[in-house]
């Protein structure tokens, strides 16, 4: 495993980060049993991951914390969220009730990150304003070690909250969306992350669109009759296929690609990725360990899908929906 300061904080972290949310859900998203997810958190830190990404709104906090049980505090790392819907009243209260709620059923006496979960831009002034004081009094307490935000993915697609957020010195990290046909990070909030050493954790690496290739040829099929990519990308059965050529450094699979290129991207701390499977759980952690894609297949994917904004960042649907809030 590799690991690298988040951000300003003093936290080291493995580059890659188990998240416990998502499609999956540690496995319970898909029929798996609590003792299956124990099992697959065990597999993780047994290949060197140390930091597991959960939320209030997961259901995956308790089973996360029972997994953890037995493990020096000092080797992991525990970020997780609470999510104020718009509208709440008292939304500070409801925050740090959030936090002493996400406490006890991790298990633990402090959160290393915590982070308040999917902000939209109008949102934004109230996290800002109201949400963050309450939770930087709490960690006056010893309750948490750093504040993070994460941005609302689909609805935010050009990260208007996070322009804001990685200005304001408030918050320690940030949860943001980037992949290989989603790449406006790159301009938008990678250069100002690195500036004011707020540290990044990556979602949507992979998420339905490159691990389902039906998903993934509907997707693009759809872009080229609008235009918005090369015709050829609509018409071939594997239109990714040009990345797989592993004899020369090339992909293994669409899924690796993904991994290696937002592992690879300046500005990105921690790739994210999510699973209730011990064998994609191995290849997944080894394909974010791998070298970075072949500079000419980086260069292939920044002129066709460069422009691209918001494609494949389509939420669980078991989880809220963050654009009616």
């Not at 709620?101 to 915590?114: E, K, N, P, Q």
């Not at 018409?235 to 937002?262: C, K, M, W």
């Amino acid at each position: 495993m590799e690991y690298r300061t988040l951000g300003r904080t003093e936290l080291r972290v493995s580059v890659a980060g188990l998240g416990c949310g998502g499609f999956s859900r540690l496995g319970l998203g898909t029929g798996k049993s609590e003792r299956e997810a124990i099992a697959l958190v065990h597999a993780a830190l047994d290949l060197g991951v140390n930091l597991f990404d959960t939320a209030a709104v997961y259901g995956t906090e308790a089973v996360l914390g029972r997994a953890l049980a037995g493990v020096p505090r000092d080797r992991i790392v525990i970020a997780t969220k609470a999510w104020i819907p718009r509208g709440a009243a008292a939304a500070a209260e409801t925050a740090v009730a959030s936090l002493d709620r996400s406490l006890g059923a991790l298990g633990t006496d402090y959160i290393d990150v915590f982070q308040v979960h999917g902000v939209a831009p109008r949102a934004y002034p109230r996290a800002r304003d109201v949400i963050a004081p309450a939770l930087a009094r709490e960690r006056e307490k010893g309750k948490l070690r750093h504040l993070g935000v994460t941005e609302t993915g689909a609805s935010d697609p050009q990260h208007e909250m996070l322009a804001l957020a990685i200005e304001d010195g408030i918050w320690d990290t940030i949860m943001v969306a980037f992949h290989m046909m989603h790449q406006n990070a790159r301009e938008r909030v990678f250069p100002r992350a690195i500036a004011n050493r707020v540290g990044t954790l990556s979602m949507f690496a992979v998420r339905n669109i490159f691990s389902q290739p039906r998903r993934l040829r509907v997707e693009l099929q759809r872009l080229a009759a609008h235009g918005e990519v090369a015709q050829w990308l609509g018409q071939a059965p594997n239109p990714l296929g040009f990345l797989i050529h592993e004899a020369d450094g090339g992909a293994t699979s669409v899924v690796d690609a993904a991994y290696r290129f937002v592992r690879h991207e300046p500005g990105v701390d921690v790739v994210l990725f999510g699973t209730g499977d011990p064998a994609h759980l191995r290849a997944d952690v080894a394909s974010i360990l791998k070298p970075p894609l072949p500079e000419t297949d980086r260069r292939i994917l920044k002129k066709h899908f460069g422009r691209l904004v918001g494609i494949g960042l389509d939420p669980p649907t078991d989880m809220p929906s963050f654009a009616r809030h």
